[in-house]
Structures are given as C-alpha cells and as structure tokens.
C-alpha cells in the first residue's frame, strides 16, 4: 500500500472573491486536467484570480483559470489559461443551472487544493455581488479587528 504525501497541502485561494462577493452556497468540484497541469498544481503554480465559471450544455466549465506551465516537460504542454471541465452531480449543476437564471447570482471558483486522494479539487460557490458600501463596512471591520488586535498585545507585553 502506497503511502500518501500529507506534508505538502497545496491550497490556492481566490481571495478577491470573498471581498467581491456573499457566498450563499459551497460546493466542491473535480477538474478536468491533463497531466502537466497536475503536476503544475502540485508545485501550487496556479492562480484563481479574474476567474469564474459556467454552464454550458449542462456542463460546468471554469474560464481563466491560470496553470503555470511545467518547467520539467518537453513535449504535451498546455494552454495556461485554457477553460476546464469542472465534475459535478447532474443534480447540483441543474441547481446551479436554476440559481444562477436569478439576476445577481453567479458562479465563483473560491480554492483550489488536492484531497487527501491525490485529486486535484475545486471549491465553488453560488455568490451574489456586494454593493460598494457592503465592501467599505467589511474593510472597517477589518481594520477595527486589527486594532484590537494590536492593543490586545500591546497590553499583554505591558508596552
């Protein structure tokens, strides 16, 4: 029985999404990759960043995704920002599918990381857009937290 490598947790997080948007719904996903783009993630050279995702013939697709291309190989290389096959249940993309007719409701990839399997996966949610005042109160309170923060070790150094 092989042991798997636990040591290296690859997890790439799309971070302006959560600034950008409420996440209403999670769900995980499985990808379509070839295997230069795998071993391209596991050396965590990916980005998620002005990406999203869509459906298209009851398939879910993610558009813009960023796969570095893999420095070891010499032939079978890949397109760095090519559109990719995203594995869902029939039922969950037909849910997807309903939610996102909704105006202000889309699709957002969040983090992208390999299971305890070996698979490379992708962590989607249903999200709907902040207005500029919701992105203003969540930087205020941001900054009052890191306040805090900085007072609360202040007093416990005796500064």
Known sequence: ??????????????????????VLDRYTAGIVLCGTEMKSIRMGK?????????IS???????????????????????LRR???????R????????ETKSPGLTIVPLCLFINENGY??????????KKEYDKRSVMKDKESRGEIERIRKSHRYGD
Not at 1 to 13: A, L, Q
Request: charged content about 30%; glycine content about 6%.
């Open 1 to 22: 029985m092989k042991k798997k490598n636990t040591g290296n947790r690859i997890n790439i997080k799309n971070r302006r999404a959560t600034f950008d948007y409420f």
């Open 46 to 54: 990916a980005g998620l960043s002005d990406t999203f995702c869509y």
């Open 57 to 79: 013939n009851d398939e879910l697709w993610v558009k813009n995704m960023y796969v570095a291309d893999y420095a070891l190989s010499s032939f079978g290389r890949h397109e």
């Open 83 to 89: 559109d990719r096959k995203l594995l869902l249940n």
């Open 91 to 98: 039922k969950e993309i037909l849910h997807l599918k309903n």
């Open 120 to 129: 490379a996966k992708l962590e989607i949610g249903l999200c709907k857009g």
